[in-house]
C-alpha cells in the first residue's frame, strides 16, 4: 500500500501542470477590491464579487464600505475589470485584469501581457483556483483579437507566429506557455 501511495505521489508531483476536474459551478467566489470601467467611460472603485449564479446576464456585485450589496453591474455595460489578487502560478501580477470582448459580452481573463501580443482565457477566476485555465482562448495581437477555443489551437497558433519567444518541450502545457511569455520559467 505504502508503495502504491508513494508511485501516486511521484507522479502527481511530476505533472503538476495538470488541471484536476473542477466543476466552476462548486467555485466560491470572494470579494475583490478593485474597479470597473464602464462602456460609457465611468470608472467605479470598490469591492467587487462575480455573480456567477446569476446566468444569463453574469453581474459583478458592488459593495458598499459598509460590507452591504449596493449595486449589480451587468457584464454588457463593462468595458475592463481590475481586481486586486492574482494567480501567482501564472502571473507575477498582484492584480487581474479582465475584458469584455465583442458582443458575446463575457469576461476574459489576461494571463500574458507583453508588448507583441497578449492572451486572454474565459475563465473569471482572480486567486480561487491556482493554475487553471479554460480551453476557450483570444489572442490580441496588432489590435485584433484572434478566437481559439482549445489548448491545441492556442499553441498551434503561437508555434505558427510566436515560436521564438517560447522554449519547447515535448508535452508542454498552456500553464508552462503562460508562465514563460510571463517571465517566471527561463526560457
Do not use: C
Not at 48 to 75: C, D, H, I, Q
Not at 123 to 134: R, Y
Amino acid at each position: 500500500m505504502k508503495i502504491i501511495i508513494i508511485i501516486l505521489l511521484f507522479f502527481s508531483a511530476s505533472n503538476i501542470t495538470a488541471q484536476p476536474f473542477i466543476n466552476i459551478h462548486d467555485l466560491n467566489y470572494q470579494k475583490h477590491a478593485g474597479y470597473i470601467e464602464l462602456n460609457n467611460g465611468e470608472k467605479i472603485n470598490g469591492d467587487f464579487e462575480y455573480a456567477f449564479w446569476e446566468f444569463p446576464t453574469y453581474n459583478l456585485r458592488y459593495y458598499s464600505p459598509n460590507g452591504k450589496m449596493a449595486e449589480r453591474y451587468s457584464v454588457k455595460n463593462i468595458k475592463k475589470v481590475v481586481l486586486s489578487g492574482g494567480d501567482g502560478w501564472l502571473s507575477p501580477k498582484d492584480s487581474t485584469y479582465f475584458i469584455v470582448h465583442d458582443k458575446s459580452r463575457h469576461f476574459y481573463r489576461q494571463l500574458t501581457f507583453g508588448k507583441d501580443f497578449q492572451i486572454y482565457d474565459g475563465f473569471f477566476n482572480v486567486d480561487e483556483i491556482v493554475g487553471m485555465v479554460t480551453n476557450y482562448f483570444l489572442v490580441k495581437k496588432a489590435g485584433s483579437f484572434i478566437k481559439l477555443n482549445s489548448a491545441e489551437k492556442l499553441i498551434k497558433w503561437l508555434k505558427e507566429n510566436e515560436a521564438r519567444k517560447i522554449k519547447w518541450h515535448y508535452g508542454i502545457t498552456v500553464q508552462q506557455i503562460i508562465r514563460q511569455l510571463n517571465g517566471m520559467d527561463k526560457i
